[in-house]
T-cell receptor, first 113, second 113 residues
Framework: RKEVEQDPGPFNVPEGATVAFNCTYSNSASQSFFWYRQDCRKEPKLLMSVYSSGNEDGRFTAQLNRASQYISLLIRDSKLSDSATYLCVVNSRGSSNTGKLIFGQGTTLQVKP | NAGVTQTPKFQVLKTGQSMTLQCAQDMNHEYMSWYRQDPGMGLRLIHYSVGAGITDQGEVPNGYNVSRSTTEDFPLRLLSAAPSQTSVYFC????????????FGPGTRLTVT
């Protein structure tokens, strides 16, 4: 089982729609969680960190459920410019007791006019 | 402030050849890592480093070597290139592996024939 799993999609939605992405992680000791955005043939960039209490940044809401080891990203009022791949990222402890960041395979969103 | 730089941008190798992908950052970041990205696989961690002189293996380390002699540089060496190593390689850095944003380089597109 992969350490971080996402539904790859693609999710095809009309402009203005609300869409939610889910991500599960297997390491219960994970401490930090992020959502990254990647545009086609570009490098990933941080969208938002995910905090235990949940957090919102404009049209984007991220939530964490530690008991179920589950992270979500909600996008409200989708724009054409939201079309991208969204990557769930979780930190994990490595073999030398140092950290490593593990990416999910990404969920592709296509917003249609 | 150049951020994270990677060279070369594109490379074609023959099977069995060796080469080094260069990565440098000028942000005095402690944590650096290498990922490969293949279609449908998301980003997979190859090796990472939490500081000069400290490296550790990620999910897919076989066929790759790294070293971290300075804070700024984190080269990735392909020992004997194979067609399975055809991929896009991203280098990333962050202040710390625990909670901080990772900054990615623009990527190196490698083809092994």
């Amino acid at each position: 089982r992969k350490e971080v799993e996402q539904d790859p999609g693609p999710f095809n939605v009309p402009e203005g729609a609300t869409v939610a992405f889910n991500c599960t992680y297997s390491n219960s000791a994970s401490q930090s969680f992020f959502w990254y955005r990647q545009d086609c043939r570009k490098e990933p960039k941080l969208l938002m960190s995910v905090y235990s209490s949940g957090n919102e940044d404009g049209r984007f809401t991220a939530q964490l459920n530690r008991a179920s080891q589950y992270i979500s990203l909600l996008i409200r009022d989708s724009k054409l410019s939201d079309s991208a791949t969204y990557l769930c990222v979780v930190n994990s402890r490595g073999s030398s007791n140092t950290g490593k960041l593990i990416f999910g395979q990404g969920t592709t969103l296509q917003v249609k006019p | 402030n150049a951020g994270v730089t990677q060279t070369p941008k594109f490379q074609v190798l023959k099977t069995g050849q060796s080469m080094t992908l260069q990565c440098a950052q000028d942000m005095n970041h402690e944590y650096m890592s290498w990922y490969r990205q293949d279609p449908g696989m998301g980003l997979r961690l190859i090796h990472y480093s939490v500081g000069a002189g400290i490296t550790d293996q990620g999910e897919v380390p076989n066929g790759y070597n790294v070293s971290r002699s300075t804070t700024e540089d984190f080269p990735l060496r392909l020992l004997s290139a194979a067609p399975s190593q055809t991929s896009v390689y991203f280098c990333a850095s962050s202040y710390s592996w625990r909670t901080y944003e990772q900054y990615f380089g623009p990527g190196t597109r490698l083809t092994v024939t």
